[in-house]
T-cell receptor
Framework: DQQVKQNSPSLSVQEGRISILNCDYT??????FLWYKKYPAEGPTFLIS?????DKNEDGRFTVFLNKSAKHLSLHIVPSQPGDSAVYFC???????????FGKGTLLTVNP | GAGVSQSPSNKVTEKGKDVELRCDPI?????LYWYRQRLGQGLEFLIY????????KSGLPSDRFSAERTGESVSTLTIQRTQQEDSAVYLC???????????????FGPGTRLTVL
């Protein structure tokens, strides 16, 4: 069964607008959540993370929101830039936290 | 500094043959991970090495899969008697593991694309 779900395979936004990528999870033991970004032919690179004791974490243009009761998290990118075009993976872990469970990814395209 | 490197970048093999994939972690990283990504899927955890501790092999899909790591350096993932369903991108990651916890960021290599004909 898929414990981390990214239900939107793709998302297209205009440069300068907000991109919102969504992720749902089913395992209530998950206590740490991450977003990775992946360009073609490269490995995923860490973007931002959030612990389950928080509901928001911000880093520059990137903000992750966590709603534990809904088992939902989202990544907001504002303003979106063409260089943000990539596949975004949501990942989660439970103690001891080294084993990441990934979603299938969402392809974000930011149009100039 | 140098990132995680993997070789080969692409491997095409015939069903039933054995393959060996190599990972060079970032220097000084004590933890090393293998994941695989099948087409249209997310990354699946395979195995975790941390220093001299016994590895966590809980993600290996069958006994045809094995991995070794020498000290805190190179790791090899071996797949014996390959099957078509083994076709995937195999990704290696490493981390400092100073805390051993959630904030120990995993840095990924570019992966090896394995195609089993």
């Amino acid at each position: 069964d898929q414990q981390v779900k990214q239900n939107s395979p793709s998302l297209s936004v205009q440069e300068g607008r907000i991109s919102i990528l969504n992720c749902d999870y089913t395992n209530s033991m998950f206590d740490y959540f991450l977003w990775y970004k992946k360009y073609p032919a490269e490995g995923p690179t860490f973007l931002i993370s959030i612990s389950s004791i928080k509901d928001k974490n911000e880093d520059g243009r990137f903000t992750v929101f966590l709603n534990k009761s809904a088992k939902h998290l989202s990544l907001h990118i504002v303003p979106s830039q063409p260089g943000d075009s990539a596949v975004y993976f949501c990942a989660a872990s439970a103690w001891p936290n080294y084993k990441l469970t990934f979603g299938k990814g969402t392809l974000l395209t930011v149009n100039p | 500094g140098a990132g995680v490197s993997q070789s080969p970048s692409n491997k095409v093999t015939e069903k039933g043959k054995d393959v060996e994939l190599r990972c060079d972690p970032i220097s000084g990283h004590t933890a090393l991970y293998w994941y695989r990504q099948r087409l249209g899927q997310g990354l699946e955890f395979l195995i975790y090495f941390q220093g001299n501790s016994a590895p966590d092999k809980s993600g290996l899909p069958s006994d045809r899969f094995s991995a070794e790591r020498t000290g805190e350096s190179v790791s090899t993932l071996t797949i014996q008697r390959t099957q078509q369903e083994d076709s995937a991108v195999y990704l290696c990651a490493s981390s400092l593991a100073t805390s051993g916890g959630a904030e120990d960021t995993q840095y990924f290599g570019p992966g090896t694309r394995l195609t089993v004909l």
